[in-house]
DNA sequence: TGCACCGAGTGCATCGCTGCACCTAGTGTC
DNA sequence: GACACTAGGTGCAGCGATGCACTCGGTGCA
């Protein structure tokens, strides 16, 4: 949520400023909780709004809980997207991509998420539904933005293929965090991070293939 | 202005700090130029409201004058109140009364009240016909606040009579407030301190007769 | 004196918020 | 299994604020 431009007339600033008020009232409640079990009423309290209101901005309670925890872990995914983008124009995007996705850069992120989300993470817990369909949920759309941030370092090249390319990479990366979430449960450790290099590797090789490189002998 | 009531609901509680803050940033402006002369696009600016919530808060810009004086000379004239209700209810009325209008009180408080409005105050100035206004206007609020004070502290005697000489002593406050006005400017003066107590003398004497008291010789 | 400009004040439509009654699904208890 | 309760979510009417076009009176200037 962009900070309120002086050009919004007086009714789009209240409206943004309280659509800002409920997301920003999900996030302390969810860190005060540890886990985003609140209710609407108890957030409507911490916002300063009417419950109605809440439903003025968001469709159900895990809208806000997804956006809650997309603002606090964007900055996170911006940062990424900016150390990928380093490397100038003129960088293999497929290295690129690789980089900023390697265990030591994501693997913390996911486990916040889940963390933020669902309270403590292990490879023998498993969440409960709602709490695990709220994690999807908000990787998928960090994943997104994500994918609006490698797209836009290369948008100079206006080249469709580069296009193409890192939507193929990120929808791929979404696919293998619930294939490593499924076998870590999130915790962050030594173990989870060997996964996912290994899950990511095979995601790279797949994709190098398609950008010309000659076919590997297997 | 008491201070919102929990027991307000959201919309009462919103339209209320909007009247506050109306009269409240009204005061800022009246406090910094040293004058009531300001535009309804900087109240409304400085009170963070549109131009047209001023005016469904207040008929007018003089209105809207008149409620941030009333309300910064207030506090002065409810002490003014209490002190003369400090005697306890078995007190003479007219004593009171006398005693909370002598010039030692009243006058800082009517010339603070010109300056505030009109600038500098001195015998020969005269305040532009707005202004003059103004101060008539405020001055007959706080006189009416002070009545009720007056009349609350006998209340329990429940008796018409007092009721009749306190709001005929204010009433004649007030008309000698525009006499002593005109004589002195409302500078704040030894000269214009007597002039003050030979005017609420008159009163006093006048009041006094209607009390029962034998009719003096003259 | 006529004209242009400015600012107070106004009417009206619209927006955003709010209050409230209601529905529905899930949960717990007997 | 029936019942009561709770909480998420909804529709609708009303309130307060706002945007905007407008009128009118006061003021300054030629």
Do not use: C
């Amino acid at each position: 949520m962009p900070a309120t431009p002086d050009a919004l007339d007086r009714r789009a600033a209240l409206k943004a400023r309280h659509r800002q008020a409920i997301v920003a009232a999900a996030a302390a409640l969810m860190d005060e909780r540890g886990s985003a079990r609140f209710s609407v009423d108890e957030l409507a309290a911490r916002a300063d709004v009417s419950r109605r209101t809440v439903f003025n901005h968001f469709a159900t309670l895990d809208d806000v809980v997804i956006a809650a925890a997309s603002t606090i872990l964007g900055d996170v995914v911006d940062e990424l997207g900016a150390r990928a983008g380093a490397a100038g124009p003129d960088a293999d995007v497929l290295d690129q991509m690789a980089a900023a996705t390697r265990a030591e850069h994501l693997v913390p992120l996911m486990a916040r998420l889940v963390r933020m989300l669902g309270g403590e993470s292990g490879a023998g817990t498993t969440l409960p539904a709602r709490e695990a369909a709220l994690v999807q949920r908000t990787f998928a759309l960090l994943d997104e933005r994500l994918t609006a941030t490698m797209v836009g370092h290369h948008a100079e090249l206006d080249d469709l293929a580069v296009e193409l390319l890192v939507v193929a990479f990120m929808a791929g990366a979404l696919m293998l965090f619930r294939h490593w979430y499924a076998a870590t449960g999130a915790v962050d450790d030594a173990r989870s991070r060997r996964l996912w290099d290994e899950l990511q590797g095979h995601l790279v090789d797949l994709l190098r293939h398609g950008q010309g490189a000659p076919q590997d002998a297997r």
